[in-house]
């Protein structure tokens, strides 16, 4: 059964730490994974993709890697600010149906406290 | 920011009352979503819409029913609303490339509809 996992379930930091998330994912065969960061009572917003052949990518305070042999993906955030509190979804797409299948993480809730 | 837009941002409805979540993007896409979301859980598709009068319906079974009668608007409608329905509902759109596999396509959300059924 495909499925995204990610840990932790929550998480608080204080403002200026730096943090990672993980997502592990059974999803095959393999397209892409995209992180995306969800404020509190607003829609998803794309942060970054990563394609099979990417490990690293950076998007500002944001770094994503992406280890295809393990399927797990990391979110490392740098240097956390209070606007950086929201929920980050992981959504892996599969390329088995000619629809792109897109499998959603529960996400992990971050908290940054002054 | 996204150029895609819901309304109401709220909905507060008792049982048995018909409802119609709006859903319009100005970006020309011709991929339409609607994804069903409760709290600390996973987004779960309940329809989707490759184009006009084109409708599917997703991986969670709904009662709810939609219609993509021109390209940026894609309503859903809830026929006859129950507590069961309470949820959070977002729709999304992305650009239709082919209907093959498509491997970055990127989603754009709007704020989303919260529906609570007394």
């Known amino acids: 059964k495909n499925q995204v996992e990610q840990s932790p379930q929550s998480l608080i930091i204080l403002e200026g730490k730096n943090c990672t998330l993980q997502?592990?994912?059974?999803?095959?065969?393999?397209?892409?994974l995209r992180w995306y960061k969800q404020d509190t009572g607003r829609g998803p917003v794309s942060l970054t993709i990563m394609t099979f052949s990417e490990n690293t990518k950076s998007n500002g305070r944001y770094t994503a890697t992406l280890d295809a042999d393990t399927k797990q993906s990391s979110l490392h955030i740098t240097a956390s600010q209070l606007s950086d509190s929201a929920s980050y979804i992981c959504?892996?797409?599969?390329?088995?149906?000619?629809?792109?299948?897109?499998?959603f993480g529960r996400g992990t809730q971050l908290t940054v406290w002054p | 920011e996204a150029d895609i837009y819901q309304t109401p941002r709220y909905l507060v409805i008792g049982t048995g009352k018909k409802i119609t979540l709006e859903c319009s993007q100005t970006?020309?896409?011709?991929?339409m979503y609607w994804y069903q979301q409760d709290p600390g859980m996973e987004l779960h598709l309940i329809h989707y819409?490759?184009?006009?009068?084109?409708?599917e319906k997703g991986d969670l079974s709904s009662e709810s029913t939609v219609s993509r009668i021109r390209t940026e608007h894609f309503p859903l409608t809830l026929e006859s609303a129950r507590p069961s329905h309470t949820s959070q509902y977002l729709c999304a759109s992305s650009p239709l490339r082919d209907r093959g596999p498509s491997t970055n396509e990127k989603l754009f959300f709007g704020s989303g509809t919260q529906l609570s059924v007394l």
């Open positions: 819409s490759y184009g006009v009068n084109s409708t």
């Open positions: 997502c592990n994912y059974t999803v095959s065969p393999f397209s892409n």
């Open positions: 970006m020309g896409h011709d991929k």
């Open positions: 959504v892996v797409s599969d390329r088995g149906s000619t629809l792109g299948r897109l499998y």
